[in-house]
């Protein structure tokens, strides 16, 4: 960092676990320009905690959001999840009534994916552990409305914040942005992923740390980029981007007329079949999202997703949708 520019608008966030992140933690990286944190909750009811291998005391939570505030970050995100194994009604409810008390500045309220080939962690316990699509639905509303009911403004795709936080504002003049991080109110064609396993986005491609510790230290320590993949985005690639980035933070888009073909072929025909459900209103020259569609933004979303609707990538999925 001695050897970076840093803008006096910069926005650095990192996520840390309520059971490691020390005050000492929270202080040297305040020191070093981080301004926003996040921590990951999940649920607060430790049936749960146990079947996901997650134990980590209320307390705890309280104490790192306390410690960071105190310290002078200017942002506080908490992330929770629903349809977790064993989770029900009354878990999700005292998970978001825990969180309330704390008054997080944002919340992030996540749909669990059950992808159990790509997390071993998730092959401990059993389908059946899981809540049915229906309980699941049940608890994504009472979230919601839990959260609005208490001063939040839904942003979208999982998002909440304060009325008061300037997400809200950039929501309402339309300055909204999306990483695959999230949202965020900083239009940057540039995301640095420090750290193990974690992602840059330098706008014309992806690149991936190494994902164990051992790894990434020793091509550090060696003057090495960490890579261990990556990804340039043709020219396809970024305009599907554009039309999901239009649909996620301003609730419509355009269509390019040079992208007709492609979106003929795939994306129309999905389009059809959400416009049935009252989720979209579109025609072959724009798409606008309806006040129901508003909850359903990913499955819009997947429509521009080519790589994912191509034969070839059918079955190599590594999230769902609710």
Known sequence: FSDCIIPKK?????????????????????????NRVSFGVQDSNLKVQEVINR????????????WAREIGYNSVNLDLVYG????????????????????????AFYSYAHVPWTSKAQRLFDENDLPDPVIKMQLYQMGTRMFTENGYTDIGMDHFALSTDEMVKAKDNGGLH????????????????????????????????????????????????????GYFLNDEDQSMRQYILNISCLGRTSFQASDLPILEKYSFPVLSDLAKDGLVEWNNSSLTVTPLGAHFIRNICKAFDIKLLSTENQGKQFSKAI
């Open 10 to 34: 910069h926005e650095f966030s990192f996520e840390g676990h309520p059971n490691n992140t020390t005050k000492a933690h929270l202080q040297t990286l305040f020191n070093l320009g981080f």
């Open 55 to 66: 134990i980590q005391p209320q307390e705890n939570v309280v104490q790192v959001v306390n």
């Open 84 to 107: 977790l194994p064993l989770q029900d009604a009354d878990c999700m409810k005292k998970t978001i009534e825990d969180s309330l008390k704390i008054k997080p500045d944002r919340i």
């Open 178 to 229: 999306r990483n695959f991080m999230g949202y965020t109110v900083q239009k940057t064609g540039m995301l640095l992923g420090l750290g193990v396993s974690s992602i840059s986005d330098i706008y014309y491609g992806f690149a991936q740390n190494k994902k164990t510790t051992h790894e990434y230290y020793d091509e550090v320590a060696n003057n090495k980029l960490a890579i261990t993949k």
